[in-house]
Structures are given as C-alpha cells and as structure tokens.
Nanobody
Framework: QVQLVESGGGLVQPGGSLQLSCAASGSILAISGMRWYHQAPGKERELVAVIDSDGSTDYAGSVKGRFTISRDLAKRMLYLQMNGLKPEDTAVYYC???????????????WGQGAQVTVSS
C-alpha cells in the first residue's frame, strides 16, 4: 500500500508564505511525476504545479512566479513553497504522484488527503 500525507497548511495573511509538504510511504519501487492540485469551495480541482521525472517544472498561470514546486526523491518528499499568497489561493491542496509499487510493472496515480490553506486578513 502507498500513502501520501500532506502537511503545512493553515491560515495566513495576504502576502504571506506557507510551505506544503507531502510525504510518500509504503511499498514504493519508483516515483515518476508529482503534482500539486487545489480545490476551492464550489469549484473543480485544478492543477497548480507539476514536477516531471526529469525534474522539469511547470505552473498554472495564476501561481507562476509565486509558487515553487520541489522534491527530494531520496526522502520521498514533495514540497510547494507558496509566497505572495492571495485570498484567491484559499483552497484545499492535494498532492498527487505516479508511483510504481513492488510487484507491479506500471505506475499508478495516488492522492493525499488534502491540506487546507486559507488566506485571509
């Protein structure tokens, strides 16, 4: 079994910063692409940032220049550094990873349970 657990969410004032972390654990053979999504109340889940297997990154236009995605594969960790936070960044943030487990030959998609980020004065 594989688990992804997010941490680091909370309440922050506009213009502030937060760093989200996502820890992967379980029978993990390999990790490929990793992503952060967010879902605001009443809206669909949206892709925020992606880091591919080669380390290349990409961001949604709304967060480009403010958010930075990174990872430490040795520690099986994914991070999202969020600077210059705006009220419209308020959402539940989910990590997602393509993971190959022992005994399988393909990658499968796994999700964390989500971390609430609230930006408000």
């Amino acid at each position: 079994q594989v688990q992804l657990v997010e941490s680091g969410g909370g309440l922050v004032q506009p213009g502030g910063s937060l760093q989200l972390s996502c820890a992967a654990s379980g029978s993990i053979l390999a990790i490929s692409g990793m992503r952060w999504y967010h879902q605001a109340p009443g809206k669909e889940r949206e892709l925020v940032a992606v880091i591919d297997s080669d380390g290349s990154t990409d961001y949604a236009g709304s967060v480009k220049g403010r958010f930075t995605i990174s990872r430490d594969l040795a520690k099986r960790m994914l991070y999202l550094q969020m600077n210059g936070l705006k009220p419209e960044d308020t959402a539940v943030y989910y990590c997602n990873a393509m993971i190959k487990t022992y005994g399988t030959s393909r990658y499968s998609s796994y999700w964390g349970q989500g971390a609430q980020v609230t930006v408000s004065s």
